[in-house]
């Protein structure tokens, strides 16, 4: 376990907090503030729970039950039964690094004192974050609105002592087992408590969370693979001057045009596109359109990253305790906005996406390679070369493209008709994560090409620029062979995939070119 603390205060939280819990397994304490705010919100639920007038969420059913007042001795069964009834999820089972961040967000709700669940309650949530304990959550399961309601409900299950959980040991074990193992009461759920822990857009807003930091060393990632395949098709860098780009000020453009630029400082291969074999006004846009489509990504990005910050602010639940004592229904549950964001990332990652791998099916024909040989192969007709790399690479773009269609344009009625239109942000963000495994496998299938594409150059009298240099020899050194005749390339394409997904791409260059946006 890692000892770094995150401390949960009454006023949200950070993405990186998020991450650190999520995949460093972060210890996590709740403030005293979180404290003072918990035990507020929770004298406020009480005397409304004493009157004899119904209030939603304390004293009544849920959905389309709500009409239902519920007397005092039943009210405890009502919220197990709540927790039960809607931990219904179905399919494999989610990551473990998004349960982490599904709790954590939980608890950083539940932390607010806007929900009215006690503090003892928000301590146990900690103790088995903290415990290493994961519940078993489905993939199938939520809507996106009234939160993600089965994931959430499978965690709360684990709070009670009841369903599966896996423990840190990994090993699937009795929720109840695990909790005695680490000595952890089982919380006897009040009123209101079991609606609170499963209202709200933590799964999305998690994977969503994870995903931007991904996408933010993929983008740069492409940049560099970008500039390494302009640097291998002999093409021009004059298209990366920032008076260029000024001219057109989005932001992500400049900053990849930037990145591509430092990455071919004092590169010899650059600017021969009118003096070979098949001489060139422009590069095709593949190349020379890269900072466009890369940086609007990144803008993207930014965007979806102001959604995420405000979520992370938020106290998603309902009903919800005001300051002023009211207890009062809201739609704050629904997942439109984070839905919406998760959505435009699956789109930019698919064009970025298509774009790379337009770039390494550039390299591989010698028709556009303007003196490659063909597939890069050593002894071609012979070898075959990265032939089927690129095929593999285009098999992900195709799936890529069908993950870019839009989750939240979707809607299931559901709850009787009271729920009649749903975010659909939890499929959004499932699809995501495999959007986000897929480009970085694009991405290395492209640095595996540019790479030895360069080195072939290399081999004829050119020189490579300095942090190209930097990028071979460290792939080299991780394992991921340069040209030669054909091999066995599946574990070469593997090692050069774990090699862009761990940082290490940006890692190698960024000595040379200085930190890299």
Same mark, same amino acid.
């Not at 959430?152 to 090993?171: I, N, R, V």
């Not at 807003?205 to 002999?234: H, P």
């Not at 595996?448 to 050194?477: D, F, H, K, N, V």
């Given at each position: ?5 995150? =401390? ?90 998004? &349960? ?18 006690? @503090? ?13 304990? !994961? ?15 089965? @994931?959430?409900?499978?965690c709360a299950l684990t709070l009670m002592g009841e369903g ?20 952890? /009461? ?15 857009? %933590? ?16 983008? !740069? ?6 500039? +390494? ?14 008076? +260029? ?13 930037? $990145?591509? *630029? ?53 106290a998603v639940d309902n009903p919800v305790v005001l300051p002023?004592?009211? &207890?009062?229904? $809201? ?29 390494? %099916? ?5 028709? #556009?390679?303007?003196?490659?040989? @063909? ?7 012979v070898d075959s070369g990265l032939m089927i790399a690129q095929? /593999? ?11 870019? =269609? ?15 239109? =749903? ?52 792939? #080299? ?19 050069? %995939? ?6 290490? +791409? ?9 930190? *890299?946006?």
């Amino acid at each position: 376990m890692d000892m770094h603390t995150v =401390v949960v205060g009454a006023s949200g939280t950070t993405a990186q907090d998020v991450i650190a819990v999520a995949r460093g397994n972060a210890r996590v304490e709740l403030s005293a503030a979180a404290v003072d705010a918990l035990a507020a919100a929770r004298e406020i639920v009480d005397a409304l729970a004493a009157k004899p007038e119904p209030v939603y969420g304390v004293s009544t059913g849920f959905g389309a039950l709500a009409s239902r007042h519920i007397s005092q001795d039943l009210r405890a069964q009502l919220q197990r039964n709540i927790v039960r009834s809607h931990a219904a999820g179905m399919g494999p089972r989610v990551e473990r690094e998004v &349960v982490r961040a599904l709790m954590f967000l939980r608890l950083k709700t539940v932390a607010s004192g806007h929900t009215g669940v006690r @503090p003892e309650v928000a301590q146990t949530m900690a103790d088995v974050l903290n415990a290493g304990i !994961t519940p078993v959550v489905h993939e199938y399961g939520s809507l996106g609105c009234s939160g993600d309601l089965a @994931p959430l409900s499978h965690c709360a299950l684990t709070l009670m002592g009841e369903g599966d959980a896996e423990g840190p040991d990994g090993t699937v074990r009795p929720a109840g087992e695990l909790l005695a193992a680490h000595g952890i /009461t089982p919380v006897e759920l009040r009123e209101k408590e079991g609606l609170a822990l499963l209202n709200g857009t %933590d799964g999305m807003l998690g994977m969503l969370v994870m995903a931007l930091a991904d996408l933010r060393n993929l983008y !740069t990632s492409a940049d560099i693979t970008a500039a +390494l395949s302009l640097e291998a098709l002999l093409g021009t860098d004059k298209v990366l001057a920032p008076e +260029l780009h000024a001219i057109r000020p989005h932001p992500g453009q400049g900053a990849s045009a930037d $990145n591509m *630029l430092r990455v071919l400082a004092g590169s010899g291969l650059t600017g021969h596109f009118q003096e070979d074999e098949a001489p060139r006004v422009q590069d095709a846009y593949s190349v020379r359109c890269a900072p466009q489509v890369n940086g609007a990504g990144r803008d993207t990005l930014d965007h979806a990253a102001v959604v995420a910050a405000r979520e992370l602010a938020s106290a998603v639940d309902n009903p919800v305790v005001l300051p002023d004592g009211r &207890v009062e229904s $809201n739609g704050n549950f629904h997942g439109a906005p984070v839905a919406y964001v998760l959505d435009f990332l699956a789109i930019v990652a698919a064009d970025l996406g298509s774009i790379t791998e337009r770039r390494t %099916d550039r390299l591989l024909d010698k028709n #556009r390679s303007h003196g490659l040989p @063909p597939f890069l192969a050593d002894d071609a007709g012979v070898d075959s070369g990265l032939m089927i790399a690129q095929y /593999t690479q285009a098999a992900l773009v195709s799936e890529m493209k069908r993950l870019a =269609v839009p989750a939240s344009a979707d809607s299931i009625p559901s709850s009787a008709m009271q729920e009649d239109h =749903v975010s659909m942000g939890w499929s959004a963000a499932r699809k995501l994560r495999t959007a986000v495994d897929n480009l970085a496998r694009i991405v290395a299938v492209e640095l595996y090409a540019a790479t030895r594409a360069i080195e072939l150059r290399a081999a004829g009298g050119l020189t490579p620029a300095p942090a190209s240099q930097a990028a071979i020899e460290a792939l #080299r050194a991780a394992g991921v062979q340069g040209p030669g005749p054909d091999r066995f390339l599946s574990p070469d394409l593997a090692a050069a %995939d774990a090699f862009v997904r761990a940082g290490k +791409l940006v890692a190698a260059v960024e000595p040379v070119t200085g930190p *890299l946006a």
